[in-house]
Structures are given as structure tokens and as C-alpha cells.
């Protein structure tokens, strides 16, 4: 995203073309996982921050860290990841 110069992306546009992006993820201090449709990802510095909607529809209300040793599980990273790579090569 940083070589491509942009900020922030919205996962949500043209997601018939180019695929949803979900991962899997729990907080400190709760063992409850939730899996999660990333709806935005962006770019804030050095630390890439998202915003999930769950499966019964809440979406963050903050930007979450989108990082494997906090809170995501690393197996389900792929999709987001191919979901913004094909955004930026568009």
C-alpha cells in the first residue's frame, strides 16, 4: 500500500470482482473467536489498521491493529491480503 501510495482502501467496493476478505480473530482476555469480513483496511503509519463486520452484522466502530500476534489468527490472513494485492493492481 505504501508503494502504491494509497491510504486507505474499501474492501467492500467492487467486491463481486474482486473477492471478500475474511479473517478470524479474538481479544485479550476473551477466548471467544469471531470470524469477520474486513471491510476497510488502511495504512497508518507503519501499522496496517481494518474494520471487520461480523457475521450477524456489527462492524467496529474502531480501527483494529491487523496484527498475527495480537488478535488474528495467521491461517486466515490470505484473503485479505489477495483482496487488497488485486485492488492495487488494478
Known amino acids: 500500500m ?3 501510495e494509497v491510504e486507505e482502501i474499501d474492501l ?5 470482482v474482486f473477492g471478500a476478505a475474511w479473517l478470524i480473530r479474538y481479544f485479550y482476555g476473551d477466548t471467544t473467536m469471531e470470524e469477520v469480513q474486513v471491510t476497510k483496511i488502511k495504512l497508518d ?3 496496517l489498521l481494518y ?7 456489527e462492524v467496529d466502530e474502531d480501527w483494529q491493529k491487523l496484527e498475527i500476534s495480537d488478535n488474528v489468527i495467521s ?3 490470505d ?3 489477495e ?3 488485486l485492488r492495487l493492481k488494478k
Open 2 to 4: 505504501k508503494e502504491a
Open 12 to 16: 467492500l467496493h467492487k467486491e463481486n
Open 45 to 47: 503509519g507503519e501499522a
Open 51 to 57: 474494520k471487520g463486520r461480523n457475521t450477524v452484522g
Open 75 to 77: 491461517a486466515t490472513i
Open 79 to 81: 484473503s485479505v491480503y
Open 83 to 85: 483482496a487488497v494485492w
